[in-house]
């Protein structure tokens, strides 16, 4: 049982727990989400089963989608409604035409500071543990980008927006800079996450619905195969005679490259078919378009990531 399922998760459990939870009712053996939700976060949770939890790495920097709704005029320790207050302020005029102006300057390339209750390490120990013990260090910014923001309602203090966003962007960090943005601060009280690259709300399975598969035996229909998952991951096929040596871990020499896209750079990944389209590694590109044409056959174009088969 190899793929990946998409399950919903609800608001309270981790994730963790629902990876878990997933691996009772399929009864595989290895099981890993990709991208983490906050326990008071619900939505897409896509989650690889066995074999597919080898390729997770190159999941987790796919675009996400969240909806999400902030409170204007309060900043808590945690950036969300779990966290204890810090500071109140009057937002009572703040106009909807403010809020959506506030939310169109994150639009773009940005840095964005860590939250202290994060799963990111310092020295091996996650930040939330460190902020639970009353410690807060120093944290570097982060590129992210936010690909749009669009504002849907403001109720009262209340705003709900929808976001779309690269990996490693923190929503409650974001609602946090647009209530400081605004003066009044803010903070997350709601977040639903409606996609994970294909992945999306609509193909989403609860844990309930996913138990109903198993036992009514239409579970395959359930599970996305990992060539599909792969799919928006650009191709390079090799010579059939070469493949042997590839599963075998040997990096890739021009002379076994088939063909390969356009726009070829250094340091993207691909995954690697044979002939038969069927799925043999994940190979990183040591060379660009330019340079490919003046190598020898025995230079190596392409080195492994991952052998697939």
Same mark, same amino acid.
């Given at each position: 049982?190899?793929?990946?399922?998409?399950?919903?998760?609800?608001?309270?459990?981790?994730?963790?727990?629902?990876? #878990?939870?997933?691996? *009772?009712?399929?009864?595989?053996?290895?099981?890993?989400?990709?991208?983490? %939700?906050?326990?008071?976060?619900?939505?897409?949770?896509?989650?690889?089963?066995?074999? /597919?939890?080898?390729?997770?790495?190159?999941?987790?920097?796919?675009?996400?989608?969240?909806?999400?709704?902030?409170? %204007?005029?309060?900043?808590?320790?945690? #950036? =969300?409604?779990?966290?204890?207050?810090?500071?109140?302020?009057?937002?009572?005029?703040?106009?909807?035409?403010?809020?959506?102006?506030?939310?169109?300057?994150?639009?773009?390339? #940005?840095?964005?500071?860590?939250?202290?209750?994060?799963?990111?390490?310092?020295?091996?120990?996650? $930040?939330?543990?460190?902020?639970?013990?009353?410690?807060?260090?120093?944290?570097?910014?982060?590129?992210?980008?936010?690909?749009?923001?669009?504002?849907?309602?403001?109720?009262?203090?209340?705003? /709900?927006?929808?976001?779309?966003?690269?990996?490693?962007?923190?929503?409650?960090?974001?609602?946090? =800079?647009?209530?400081?943005? $605004?003066?009044?601060?803010?903070?997350?009280?709601? $977040?639903? *996450?409606?996609?994970?690259?294909?992945?999306?709300?609509?193909?989403?399975? /609860?844990?309930?619905?996913?138990?109903?598969?198993?036992?009514?035996?239409?579970?395959? =229909?359930?599970?996305?195969?990992?060539? =599909?998952?792969?799919?928006?991951?650009?191709?390079?096929?090799?010579?059939?005679? #070469?493949?042997?040596?590839?599963?075998?871990?040997?990096?890739?020499?021009?002379?076994?490259? @088939?063909?390969?896209?356009?726009?070829? @750079? *250094?340091?993207?990944?691909?995954?690697?078919?044979?002939?038969?389209?069927?799925?043999?590694?994940?190979? @990183?590109?040591?060379?660009?378009?330019? @340079?490919?044409? *003046?190598?020898?056959?025995?230079?190596?174009?392409?080195? $492994?990531?991952?052998?697939?088969?």
């Amino acid at each position: 049982m190899d793929g990946v399922v998409n399950i919903y998760k609800p608001s309270g459990p981790t994730s963790f727990g629902v990876v #878990q939870s997933v691996k *009772r009712i399929l009864r595989v053996k290895k099981a890993g989400h990709i991208g983490t %939700l906050d326990p008071m976060a619900e939505g897409v949770l896509p989650i690889g089963l066995n074999q /597919t939890t080898r390729i997770i790495q190159f999941l987790t920097h796919l675009p996400k989608e969240y909806t999400a709704c902030m409170a %204007l005029g309060t900043i808590t320790d945690t #950036q =969300d409604a779990a966290g204890k207050i810090l500071e109140t302020a009057d937002s009572s005029g703040i106009e909807e035409e403010q809020v959506r102006a506030a939310l169109a300057g994150f639009v773009g390339e #940005q840095k964005q500071v860590p939250p202290m209750y994060s799963a990111k390490k310092k020295n091996g120990i996650p $930040l939330y543990k460190l902020a639970r013990n009353g410690i807060t260090i120093e944290r570097k910014p982060v590129p992210i980008r936010i690909y749009s923001i669009d504002f849907i309602k403001k109720t009262e203090n209340h705003v /709900t927006f929808r976001a779309r966003c690269s990996a490693g962007t923190y929503i409650r960090t974001l609602c946090h =800079d647009i209530g400081k943005k $605004l003066g009044c601060g803010a903070h997350m009280v709601q $977040l639903t *996450r409606n996609r994970v690259g294909n992945f999306d709300l609509q193909t989403s399975l /609860t844990l309930e619905a996913l138990k109903t598969a198993k036992e009514g035996e239409n579970l395959s =229909d359930k599970i996305c195969r990992m060539e =599909d998952v792969l799919g928006f991951m650009p191709e390079v096929r090799v010579k059939r005679d #070469q493949i042997k040596s590839i599963t075998q871990g040997m990096p890739l020499p021009k002379s076994c490259v @088939e063909s390969f896209p356009d726009g070829l @750079e *250094r340091g993207l990944s691909f995954r690697v078919c044979d002939g038969e389209n069927g799925l043999v590694a994940i190979v @990183e590109s040591l060379i660009g378009q330019d @340079e490919f044409g *003046r190598m020898s056959p025995k230079d190596i174009a392409f080195k $492994l990531k991952r052998v697939l088969v």
